[in-house]
């Protein structure tokens, strides 16, 4: 277990971009979902948000077996394993003559895709723990960021010069060289005096070792408050922008500007986690995340959108936070179960998204005609988000005792 050894560059960008393909699948496909819906006979506006929260869906699927699985057959088979069911996946979107058929090609494009992101985070636990994982998740998510800055620009200049197929397209040979770069450059790093034997019982007995854990269980619950909220941003935010506020030509542009202050948050918390720790930093930014929305709330009760510059300061301010919060609360519920990184890596994250799409498929339906909605979602979970986090913080003062 590496503690204060330096981490080479590459293996950041591997594990940076064995994430950001599910970003990529995600933002790329933000300008094009109009003519999806035009191509595909969707009428209605609020179904194109599917196209978002289902690939969701699939990554909480995926995860469940791809986790257990890691850990008893090694990380990198089930990479190549999720990597070619997201090929077929890609396929079917592609070839969809409808809706239907379009939202069982994007769940299948999140299990596939939930084997890369699953297996990183796994790989990343069997190397470091403590407050250096977070600071090396920090430093990955900063380049996973850059993905949703320029994914939506990639995503129109594709849609412009050619259609919504050619982003499928792209994101297979994007997906194709990353796998190639994990084959040839990334050992295996379970060791095989870790592997534990698949059975049935694999899953069950995980469970069990994982309810043992409260800080584990609460920060997982406080993951799919937060992923939920910004769930609702990623499937609204096309709607808030271009049909609220008349920015289609904009959209990619303002999407990529507020990706830039996650990213900068998430590049600052790699540098100030190690000297304030992954509790207090994340602490401090979900009060924040808390409080923004509901000032907004407060606000613009039952009135009309602000002016756009009023809104794109809230909105910076909230994903400035994010930039705080998610790779350091990973990390904290990643810390007590390093001896099953591969299925904890996997049930976590399977009740984080379980709990995060049925909540951005409610709230992401009242996003009609104003950003209201959405503000709304931000401030109820992130209040949850707290009261969790402060009960957490109780348990762990006693475990220390």
């Known amino acids: 277990m590496q503690e204060t050894q330096t981490v080479k560059l590459e293996f950041i960008g591997l594990m940076a971009s064995l994430m950001a393909i599910v970003a990529l699948a995600i933002d790329a496909l933000l300008p094009a979902m109009s003519s999806i819906a035009t191509a595909i006979n969707s009428v209605n506006t609020n179904d194109n948000q599917l196209l978002i929260t289902m690939i969701f869906l699939g990554l909480g699927i995926g995860q469940l077996g791809f986790g257990p699985l890691s850990d008893s057959f090694g990380r990198k088979p089930i990479v190549y394993i999720g990597f070619s069911i997201f090929v077929i996946a890609s ?18 494009q999140g299990v596939g895709l939930a084997a890369p992101r ?22 990955i998510t900063t380049i996973f960021i850059l993905v949703p800055v320029i ?5 129109k200049l594709i849609l412009d010069y050619y259609d919504w197929k050619g982003i499928f397209y792209a994101q297979l ?12 450059r990334q050992p295996e790093t379970l060791k095989p005096e870790h592997k534990i034997k698949f059975s049935r019982h694999v899953f069950i007995d995980g469970v069990k070792e994982l309810i043992k854990h409260k800080i584990t269980m609460g920060f997982t619950l406080i993951s ?9 941003y990623l499937s609204a935010s096309q709607h808030i922008f ?8 904009e959209f990619p542009y303002i999407f990529a500007g507020l990706a830039i202050g996650v990213g900068v948050a998430t590049f600052l918390n790699g540098n100030f986690v190690m000297r304030l720790g992954m509790w207090r930093l994340s602490y401090l930014a979900i009060i ?9 709330v407060i606000l613009f009760w039952n009135t009309a959108n602000p002016p756009l510059a009023i809104l794109l300061i809230f909105m910076a301010i909230q994903f ?61 979970f992130g209040v949850l988000s707290l009261l969790i986090f402060t009960r957490m913080k109780v348990l762990r003062a006693r475990a220390l005792m």
């Not at 994007?174 to 084959?183: G, M, T």
């Not at 271009?242 to 030509?249: F, K, P, S």
């Not at 924040?288 to 907004?296: D, E, T």
């Open 91 to 108: 396929v079917i979107c592609v070839l969809s003559p409808s809706m239907e058929w379009m939202l069982f090609g994007r769940v299948l």
């Open 118 to 139: 699953t297996i990183a985070i796994a790989i990343i636990r069997d190397l470091y723990k403590g407050d250096y994982m977070a600071k090396i998740m920090s430093f």
């Open 151 to 155: 994914a939506p620009v990639m995503g």
């Open 173 to 184: 040979i994007i997906a194709f060289f990353v796998c190639i770069w994990f084959w040839r």
């Open 224 to 232: 799919g408050f937060i992923s939920g909220a910004f769930i609702v």
């Open 242 to 249: 271009e049909n609220q506020y008349g920015l289609v030509d």
């Open 288 to 296: 924040v995340f808390a409080s923004n929305p509901l000032l907004y």
């Open 320 to 380: 400035f936070t994010i930039g705080f919060i998610f790779g350091n609360i990973r990390a904290i519920a990643m810390e007590p179960i390093g001896h099953i990184a591969g299925i904890g890596a996997a049930i976590t994250g399977f009740v984080a998204t379980l709990m995060a799409v049925p909540i951005a498929n409610f709230i992401g339906g009242f996003v009609d005609t104003t950003a209201l909605p959405l503000f709304i979602g931000f401030s109820i």
